[in-house]
Structures are given as C-alpha cells and as structure tokens.
C-alpha cells in the first residue's frame, strides 16, 4: 500500500481509548485522574508501555512530560503530536486523551507499512494541562515552552496542598531528560472540539487557527459575618451578596462587549457557610477570554472597576491573585493549510475555526509552528462523562493527523 493510501485503525484507537478511560473510571463512562495523583501515575505506566511496546525511545523531562521518540531517517528536529492525559475531576474520555492515542496510533500505523519518515517523529503528553489540581493550566507545556521558570513550578502547591515537585517524585515521573529535550519542526494536537460548532454544522474536520486569550483571577471578599434575621439590610457587609454581584456582572459584560467575550464564575466557597449567617468571606474565581487581547485587556479593567465600586459600596475588602493569563494565539498559517489539504484530499467536510479552551499547542506555539486538529464533540458537552464523539468522526481526525504528520515528517527544511 502506497503512504497515500494509509488509514489508521480506528479499532484498536478505541480500545486504546476504552483501556485508558479504565483507569480512574468513574459513573456515567467518565473517568477523573487529577493530575500527579495515583490514577494519573497508573494512566501514565500505560501510555508508557504502549509507547515502549511500539519501539519508542522514551524520556521523562524534569516537569513529568513524557515523550517517545520515533527515529527518523535523518537526525533532524522532529514533528511532534500529543495532548495530555490528565482529566478534571468529571472528565469524559476523549479530552486530551484522543491527541495522545491518535498520535500513537500514527506510529503503528506507520510501523505496520514498514514507512520511514526523514524526520523523527515524537508523540508526548503534558504534565497537568487541565490545571484541576495545580494552577496554571497547560503548566507542563508552558515550562517546556520556556513561559514558567522550572523551579517555580515545581513549588506550585496543589488545592489539596500538595507541592508538585514532591508529588512528581512520589509518583516515579520526575524526570532525568532536560527541558526542551526535544526542538520541534512543528506540533500539531489532534482534540475534541469541546464545543457545539461541528456537531451543530455537521462537519467532521475543524482547522484551528486561532485559540482565545485567558485570564484566570482567584477574588478573596471579607465582610461581617452577623445574624440573618436581625441585621437591617442596609447595614450589612454581605461577602455572599458580593460574590453574587461579580457573577452577575460578567454575565452582564459578556452582553456588552459581544459574541467574542466569554465569562464564566465556576467556583465559589463562603465561610461561615451557614443558612442563617450572613457570610464573612467569599472567594470565587473568574474566567475570562476573548480572541482579541485588546478586548480581553479591557474586560479585565472593567471587572477591576467593578470590584472597586462593589467594595466601596459594601464596605466590603476585595482583592484578587492572578491563576493563570494567556494571550490569544494565531496558529501556524502553513500548518492551518496544510491540514485543509489533507482534509480535502481525504474528502472531509471541514471548516476553519477557533479554539474557546486552553491547549498544550498554544504553547508549543512559542516554539515551533503548530496547528490544531478538531472534530466534533457531541452536542458540543465536554469536561462531563457524557463526553462523546463519534466512531467515525475519532477515525476521520486520526487518519488527518495520520497524513499531515507523515508530510511534514518529510519535509527536509
């Protein structure tokens, strides 16, 4: 068979994918390996051996991400492909996962052709991408990408208080090989769209060009804790009444500034938590994105704004510690096209787009050119159990990323 005529095997993707979402399963056919915790050492042992078992060269840098290297013909900078396998707490089985898997079943498909590429070809998976258990997101990926200093890293503490550096080490992937062990020609992620646009248009292939800025603040309200029946509305220092206010104010900021801002209050904790006590402290945390850094930089002054007439208003103390801050990223227009041809070629209903969640490849960006591989996610649900996407369309993606692999694995420059 000619390398123009490959197809993967979506068969034996999806026992990949199955056997994966085993490991820290949960109901509903979800699965939950927070990030560094025993789930997510068992997930990385099978990637592992999977990787082993196919005759990859496998390192472990000093942040736990994980690569396996594919020889090529010549010593050039190699095409990497991957995700992450970590998962929130609720997780569905495609997320990350599918870049990770699609990208191993590239290399079998490769190995069972007998095809050699002149470059390398790397698959690997990021350390805490989903940022559910240690903030920022994409943590391992920034550090790789040289946008978070190592040795700060490793001291980021975990929600359940753990420092990451120690949980490496306990979970056996604090790795040997340096940072940026490997300078790629180029990433490209293959993903589930994690959104509606594919599903709702039924297309199979999106091309990514482009991926929204993110600004995460974490807000700490400190009020007066009193009786809920006998202080006068009027003489009240309501941190849940505050907190309530910012959640309904970047709703609000959404509607002004249009269809590209994006808000989301996900997390709110009161103290004393109690129905007949007005709350003392608040803290809740505030998602902001937008393709446009200009505008993201203005939902950001406006939100401060706020929170300033809010404080005064409710003799309340308001302050905020940023999480994580990203700038939009437009992704390579050479990658970009060269997955439309591919698509096209293949005979793929697709469209252009743009990413509205954080991935590995908008850091990889700063690095090497790169591009991102979508298809649909059903009823756009994700980050939820009832993740799902097609058989078809999991083999549509895989036998995309398939050939714009194999292309520029042949590029000599």
């Not at 898997?101 to 805490?128: I, K």
């Not at 400190?222 to 009240?236: D, F, K, Y």
């Not at 209903?349 to 996610?377: E, N, W, Y």
């Amino acid at each position: 068979m000619s390398a123009g005529n490959l197809r993967i095997n979506a068969e034996r993707l999806q026992c990949r994918l199955q056997a994966l979402a085993d490991i820290g399963a949960i109901d509903g056919g979800g699965c939950c390996r927070l990030a560094l915790t025993d789930d997510d050492r068992r997930g990385r042992d099978q990637v592992v051996a999977w990787m082993r078992e196919l005759g990859l060269q496998v390192q472990v840098d000093a942040i736990g991400n994980v690569f396996g290297l594919r020889a090529g013909l010549r010593d050039l900078p190699p095409v990497m492909s991957g995700s992450h396998i970590d998962t929130v707490r609720t997780g569905g089985r495609f997320d990350g996962n599918l870049g990770v898997l699609g990208a191993l079943e590239v290399v079998q498909t490769l190995n069972d052709a007998g095809v050699q590429t002149e470059r390398p070809l790397v698959v690997a998976f990021f350390t805490n991408e989903e940022g559910a258990r240690f903030a920022p997101d994409m943590l391992g990926s920034l550090v790789y990408a040289g946008g978070l200093p190592l040795a700060q890293a490793l001291e980021v503490r975990a929600i359940d208080g753990a420092r990451l550096g120690d949980e490496l080490v306990r979970i056996g992937y604090a790795g040997a090989a340096p940072i940026g062990v490997y300078q790629p020609h180029a990433f490209v992620e293959l993903h589930v769209e994690q959104g509606p646009v594919l599903d709702a248009e039924g297309i199979t292939i999106g091309a990514v060009e482009d991926l929204q800025g993110i600004s995460w603040q974490e807000l700490s309200i400190t009020g007066q804790s009193n009786h809920a029946g006998t202080t006068p509305m009027r003489l009240r220092h309501d941190a849940g009444y505050a907190a309530a206010a910012v959640s309904h104010f970047v709703r609000g900021l959404t509607r002004d500034m249009g269809a590209g801002q994006v808000a989301t209050v996900g997390k709110i904790d009161l103290h004393p938590n109690l129905i007949n006590v007005i709350a003392a402290r608040a803290k809740l945390t505030v998602d902001l994105r937008n393709t446009d850094e200009a505008l993201l930089q203005q939902a950001e002054a406006r939100l401060a704004e706020f929170l300033e007439t809010l404080a005064r208003d409710e003799g309340v103390e308001i302050t905020s510690r940023r999480l994580a801050r990203f700038e939009p990223v437009c992704f390579d227009a050479a990658v970009v096209q060269q997955i439309e041809r591919v698509t096209q070629r293949l005979g793929y209903p697709q469209r252009r787009m743009t990413s509205g969640a954080g991935h590995d490849a908008q850091m990889l960006a700063r690095i090497c050119p790169s591009a991102m591989i979508f298809v649909p996610s059903t009823k756009g649900i994700s980050h939820n159990p009832a993740e799902h996407t097609a058989e078809a369309d999991i083999a549509a993606g895989g036998n995309v990323l398939l050939h714009t692999l194999l292309e520029l694995a042949q590029q000599e420059n």
